[in-house]
């Protein structure tokens, strides 16, 4: 039962162009998500997060964007950079702190 | 199927004693992970199998050991735990092996670990 789905295994972007990368949910009852970044032969790196109670959380080149009723969840990365080449997890949590991740993305910037 | 299975979803044990946890996969995935992951933070990268080989091992302490019987079968042994052993250990499985670079993880729910 995949609760966190990354419907898109793969994106490639121009460089200086926006990137949005993709998370759907199907249980109400996640009330923290989390994006994380990933390079080969390494675990997740935290990227940034949101809480049930904001519908948009933004850091330098990184916004996440909380659509409750559609349970939808969205990372833009602007301008995309080469470096940020990686797959990149959408995670959702809830009270119990019981965490599941999407599949991942990866997400390919050309120079 | 398109799922990660691990059993069991909840362990309580003692300092003392000896378990296993156990993730399956059956999606002919060629590396499988395991990952410890305390409340609200990163995974922390613990093991690695590649084609049944353990690739990578994160300097992990011999208390836990990682058995990769079978392709789709992987396993992690506890003996001798500490208490700041408790998290959530989670499995997943990918695709590719590990010289083919990025790729997307299947994660499994997890086990919460609680030591006593």
């Known amino acids: 039962d995949q609760q966190v789905k990354q419907n898109s295994p793969s994106l490639s972007v121009q460089e200086g162009r926006i990137s949005i990368l993709n998370c759907d949910y199907t249980?109400?009852?996640?009330?923290?998500f989390l994006w994380y970044k990933k390079y080969p032969a390494e675990g997740p790196t935290f990227l940034i997060s949101?809480?049930?109670?904001?519908d948009k959380n933004e850091d330098g080149r990184f916004t996440v964007f909380l659509n409750k009723s559609a349970k939808h969840l969205s990372l833009h990365i602007v301008p995309s950079q080469p470096g940020d080449s990686a797959v990149y997890f959408c995670?959702?949590?809830?009270?119990?702190?019981?965490?599941?991740f999407g599949a991942g993305t990866r997400l390919t910037v050309k120079p | 199927d398109t799922e990660v299975t691990q059993t069991p979803k909840h362990l309580v044990m003692g300092m003392t004693n000896k378990k296993s946890l156990k993730c399956e996969q059956h999606?002919?995935?060629?590396?499988m992970y395991w990952y410890k992951q305390k409340a609200k933070k990163p995974p922390e990268l613990m093991f690695v199998?590649?084609?049944?080989?353990?690739?990578i091992n994160e300097s992990v302490p011999s208390r836990f050991s990682p058995e990769c019987p079978n392709s789709s079968l992987l396993n992690l042994h506890l003996h001798a735990l500490q208490p700041e052993d408790s998290a959530l250990y989670l499995c997943?499985?990918?695709?590719?092996?590990?010289?083919?670079?990025?790729?997307?993880?299947?994660f499994g729910p997890g086990t919460r670990l609680t030591v006593l």
């Open positions: 997943a499985s990918s695709p590719q092996d590990l010289t083919a670079g990025a790729d997307t993880q299947y």
């Open positions: 249980n109400s009852m996640f009330d923290y």
């Open positions: 949101i809480s049930s109670i904001k």
């Open positions: 995670a959702a949590s809830d009270d119990n702190n019981d965490m599941r």
């Open positions: 999606m002919g995935h060629r590396a």
């Open positions: 199998y590649s084609y049944e080989k353990l690739s």
